[in-house]
Structures are given as C-alpha cells and as structure tokens.
C-alpha cells in the first residue's frame, strides 16, 4: 500500500482509529529507523535483520525497503546501491520481507561476501594498487580531502607532473638523480619502473614512523611496489583497484590526454598484465565513481578494526 493509499484508507476511518492508526504508523516508521541505526553503527548484522526479515515477513524488519536496508550498510551510497540492486536482479520497491527465494540467496551471498572483508588479520597498512588509468591517484585524492583522519603515504616519482599536481603533495617529483640517491641510502621501502620509462618509490620513513606511532597508513602504488611491500611486510592488507569494464579504462587513459598514442599503447599493454595480477591481492574494489570507491577503502580500515587516528 502507498503512503497515498494510506493516507485516503485513514482518512475515512472514524476520528479515534485514525488518531491509533497514525500512532501506529509512526511507531513503525521509528522502528524501522532504529533497525537502520542499528545497521549503521554495527550493533546489528545485515545478516540477522534479513534472517528476521525472513522469518517474520509482516514485521519491523520485514517492512524494511531493501533500498533502506543496503544505504544503511556502511560504504554503501546510491551510487553503488543502484549496480547492486541491479547485480541481485532485485527491485527498489521490495521490501526485505517480500523478497523470492532467489532474491534472499542471492542477498545473503553478498552480505556473507561483505562480512568476510572483515575476518582478516589486522594490518594498520594497506595497500593500493591497479592498473594505469584506473584512478588510484582520483581516489586517494578522494580520501585526502573528506577523510583526514587517514594517513596516506606519498610516493616519490621520476615523471613530471600531471595538471593539477603538487609536489609533496600528490608526489614527491624528483629526477633520476635523486631517485639514485635515495635508493643508495636505503630510504625507499619499494621501487619500480613503470610502464618502461618512470620510477616509483615509497619513501620508507613517513610510514616507519606512522606505523611505530599506532597510525594506519595507506599506500598508493603500482603492481610491482604492491609486491615488495608485502614481501617486505607481510601484515600488510592489499587491495586492488580495478574498473567497471576493460572499454571504460580505456576512455579513462585515451580521455585524460595526458600521454602520446605510443604511450597510451604500452600503457595499455601493460594494464592487461596488471589486471591479471588481481587475484593476488587481499581485497578488489570497482572504481565506478570516486566517492563510492574512496569509502569502501575507508571502510576496509574500519571494518579491520584498524581505526585511522
């Protein structure tokens, strides 16, 4: 029943039902808000509200709009809701009570996919990395200005900078000879060359430091780098960055006019190989629009319990 049908049903009921039903469906509505609190805040298990859903299909968690239930999941935005929805062949107008056995199996899927994020050991440093073009530098940048709680480490580069770049801030730009210098003195905690042409290094002491200080720290680095820092650092928790579709990274890399044709090519020579490195990392996170992407990294340090300070 909509609110407009139930709007006219309560307006011809006598004066005292209406007053009871109005009551009433307050009381659900506060209810229902509870249970996405509830949700939010993680006193309650996705899981368990569609168990209850299930069982009592009539009741506060039955009536619960599946879209309600999912944006009150942590990391979860309109944005993703829509991919997810449509993933589950499930319509926003259900309600989790009113789901089909197939929709409920496959609902109960995801959220045991979601809740297993956070059985892993704690690490207070993670790692990004992906293909070329994919967004790493957008979605740490993401992170940069709506999480300043999280501590992201800056890699050093021999390329030049990309508009709307700046040094000590999205990089450390050096050239090669520095770069040589500081792979002498043993302060980078990896390096590697990209794409056959430019080095990447991640300073070593800024994370030393943030780690001994019980600060959780995020790194964004290329494939080979990603290696190095695990072999170096087990505990680290890896995440791999990938896109939505191997026709959208390309428009990504072509789009950003940044690189010549020859480049462009080698680079995405190269991304096919990266891609293929993904089953090696910890964690896979689809950057089909930044904020969505940015949170769900976010999340991952809460989720691991390794809150950033």
């Known amino acids: 029943m909509s609110a ?30 509870a249970v996405k609190a509830e949700i939010a805040s993680g006193a309650r298990r996705p899981l368990d509200v569609l168990a209850a859903a299930t069982a009592e299909p009539e009741g506060v968690e039955g009536r619960l709009r599946i879209t309600d239930f999912l944006l009150a999941i942590p990391a979860i935005g309109r944005t993703k809701l829509g991919r997810i929805l449509e993933e589950l062949s499930i319509s926003p107008a ?37 293909p070329t073009a994919v967004g790493k530098g957008t979605v740490v940048r993401h992170i940069r200005e709506n999480y300043p709680q999280v501590q992201l480490s800056i890699s050093a580069t021999t390329r030049e900078p990309r508009p709307g770049e700046t040094h000590g801030v999205d990089y450390y730009f050096v050239d090669n000879a520095e770069f040589d210098s500081l792979i002498e003195r043993g302060e980078l905690l990896e390096y590697a060359t990209v794409h056959g042409v430019h080095r990447y290094g991640t300073p070593r002491g800024p994370v030393r430091e943030a ?34 579709s191997w026709e959208e990274l390309v428009r990504r890399l072509t789009g950003r006019g940044t690189e010549s044709a020859e480049e462009q090519a080698r680079r995405l020579e190269t991304a096919r190989t990266e891609l293929a490195a993904a089953d090696e990392f910890d964690y896979q996170i689809v950057n089909g629009e930044v904020a969505e992407a940015a ?11 390794v809150a950033a300070r």
């Not at 049903?9 to 039903?21: F, G, I, K, S």
């Open 94 to 130: 259900k309600r989790l009570g009113g789901l089909g056995r197939h929709q409920r199996v496959r609902l109960e899927e995801f959220l045991h996919q979601r809740a297993a994020l956070g059985r892993h050991p704690v690490s207070k440093l993670l790692v990004i990395a992906g």
């Open 4 to 33: 407009a049908e139930a709007s006219a049903v309560t307006r011809d009921l006598p004066e005292v039902d209406r007053v009871a039903a109005s009551r009433a469906a307050v009381a659900a509505r506060r209810a229902r808000a």
């Open 295 to 305: 949170a769900e990294v976010v999340d991952l340090i809460q989720l691991r319990g």
């Open 211 to 244: 780690l001994s200080r019980g600060t959780s720290v995020i790194l964004e680095i290329d494939i080979q780098g990603a290696r190095q820092v695990k072999d170096a650092m087990p505990e680290a928790a890896l995440v791999f960055l990938a896109p939505p």
